[in-house]
């Protein structure tokens, strides 16, 4: 294994520009398309995302170079960590030359979240080509629930065969997302749990969020965290773990026989925005510091008129400085039903 296989330490203090709240910016999540061939029930539902759907043309679309270029310029003022998003990414054509591409930035952790069914066919190109780790997305194990979710008709087994893939492309450990949501998939809680325990992959409880407008969320249908825990705790007990590093947004706890690790995310009973050191970059050159924003600041205009690195550099500083975010921790059933900006767009 050679010194670029491994994912850098990306625990060192952050250098760059603080927003208001004294965050640093750290993280940048890059949405490289805004399609995608699932229709999770809760992210892109069909009634909203059918056949009439008005997509991003392609013309819209952030290039390659000029992704790269502007990721270039995030890096110098901080960010550590990039994870490619979406939609889903792997439907973008030829990604493994944006990862490529991105790939040769110093000092990058480089991430890609994918909902696994097309993962089987691209892990050993995106692994050669300096991708770290994956993400896969996956509701449920049995499948009546999970195709229910996508709603798409995808079976389990194809995301089962793209987690196997990609952690025997050297990938892994693999992390694997679950959005709960309370009377859809609590069952698979413990289904998830007793699947990839023994395994070294990690299963993250997300809670069910308000993002985008189009997903009908009532907060009675987020299960919390913590209750996430002790059902899994009733039959695994489990211990917590400490974080690895400052801003993990994951909680992550062991099974105390040794059998693993389990992780949940509380976006909405236990906020972390005060930690929080993500910047979004839509799939148009949008720039959004925050997953519930209403409004993000145009890149591609200024990028596509030729301005140079400095006139990009003072705006992306002049955003970050004036950051205020904090949705979640003024989140009501009002503010859920605020326009906001669809999750697949602003990149998951
Ligand atoms: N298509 C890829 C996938 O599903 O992994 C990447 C994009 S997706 C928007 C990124 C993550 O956001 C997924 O893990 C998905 O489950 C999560 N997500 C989408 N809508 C959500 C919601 N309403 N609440 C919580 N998580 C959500
Ligand atoms: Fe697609 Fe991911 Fe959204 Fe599901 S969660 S619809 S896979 S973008
Ligand atoms: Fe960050 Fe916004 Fe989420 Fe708070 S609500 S953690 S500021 S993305």
């Known amino acids: 294994m050679s010194a670029q296989d491994t994912p850098p330490n990306t625990s060192a203090a952050p250098t760059g520009p603080r927003d208001t709240r004294g965050r640093p910016l750290r993280d940048l999540r890059i949405s490289v398309t805004d399609r995608c ?25 952030l290039s390659f170079e000029e992704i790269t270029r502007l990721a270039g310029l995030f890096v110098a003022e901080g960010v550590q960590k990039i994870r490619l998003t979406g939609g889903e990414p792997l439907l973008r054509r030829d990604i493994d030359r944006l990862v490529a591409q991105l790939a040769t930035l110093p000092g990058i952790d480089l991430s890609l979240t994918t909902n696994g069914s097309l993962l089987a066919k691209r892990a050993v ?25 996508n709603d798409a008709d995808y079976p389990v087994a194809r995301v089962l065969e793209g987690i196997a893939v ?20 609590e069952h698979a809680i ?17 809670e069910f969020m308000d993002v985008g407008a189009s997903n009908g969320w009532r907060l009675d249908e987020v299960v919390p965290s913590r209750e996430l825990v002790d059902r899994i705790h009733a039959e695994f007990p489990l211990r917590s773990l400490q974080p690895q590093y400052a801003g993990e947004v994951a909680q992550r706890w062991a099974y105390e ?52 690195d400095n006139t990009l550099r003072d705006l992306l500083r002049t955003v970050w400085t004036a950051r ?5 921790e003024i989140r009501t059933e009002d503010t859920a039903r605020q326009q906001k900006i669809e999750m697949s767009y602003i990149g998951g």
Request: aromatic residues 8%.
């Open 324 to 328: 205020t975010d904090r949705y979640s």
């Open 190 to 206: 413990l289904d998830l749990a007793r699947h990839f325990r023994g395994t070294p992959h990690i299963v993250r409880f997300i």
């Open 257 to 308: 026989d040794g059998a693993g690790e389990v992780g949940v995310i509380s976006s909405v009973t236990q906020a972390f925005c005060s930690s929080c050191s993500r910047l979004r970059l839509s799939t148009d050159g949008q720039l959004f510091t925050c997953l519930f924003a209403q409004s993000g600041t145009d890149l591609r205009t200024a990028l596509r008129a030729g301005a140079d």
């Open 125 to 149: 190109a995106l692994k050669a080509a300096g991708l770290h780790r994956v993400t896969v997305s996956l509701d449920a194990i049995d499948e009546a629930t999970f195709q229910k979710m």
């Open 166 to 185: 990609a952690a025997a492309a050297g990938l892994g450990p693999i992390k694997v997302n679950a959005v709960i949501q309370r009377g859809v998939n």
């Open 37 to 61: 061939n699932f229709r999770c029930t809760y992210c892109m539902p069909r009634e909203v995302f059918g056949k009439d759907y008005a997509f991003l043309p392609h013309r819209d679309l």
